[in-house]
């Protein structure tokens, strides 16, 4: 690849996910600040705070690849972000005990010749059927601090749920094979990005 590619989030997962497709990369926080989501739906939610993420770096950085991202939990149309402390943790675990919610991640791709395009991926998580014991007993663990829904599938939070219904990665931050397919998008072929590793 020509350009540097630079990933705009500070999320050590999404770091971790795009090491798996990306020999090389750097990592540049953008510098908004996260607002609540109004009366936007979760999709456009995401979707709009990872282009604004991505334009802020990309604005920084002419010239290279920049990927935004966001991620929200959603139940019953209500938007579930970190939790502030243990107390609301345990609340969205008990809000999420025995049924479904949705896993959205919105992803922002621009190109070095300032090309962009903005997508949503959505994945539905069934949980188990949670016991007072369980929840105190996993909020004790300290994974849920900086997690939306309160929760990391790809930790300890992986017994919670029974099964899902989509993109595992998604889940954890970054749908890997939709950024592929955008990349696509974008004209850089799946044959390169094997090739390169983007």
Known sequence: MKHALILASMSPRRKELMSRICSSFEVVPSRITERDAGDLTPSEYVRSLADEKASEVAGRFPNCWVVGADTAVAVCGRILGKPK??????????????RAH??????????????????CEETRVFFRTLTEA???????LGECGDKAGAYAIQGAGALLA???EGCYFNVVGLPLARLSAMFEEMG???????????
């Open 85 to 98: 402390d243990d107390a609301e943790a345990a609340d969205m675990l008990r809000m999420l005990s025995g």
């Open 102 to 119: 949705s896993v959205f991640t919105g992803v922002a791709l621009i190109a070095p010749d300032g090309r962009k395009t903005v997508c």
């Open 134 to 140: 369980d929840i105190n007993a996993y909020v004790l």
């Open 162 to 164: 029974e099964r899902i």
């Open 188 to 198: 850089v072929s799946l044959a390169a990005q094997w090739r390169e590793r983007i």
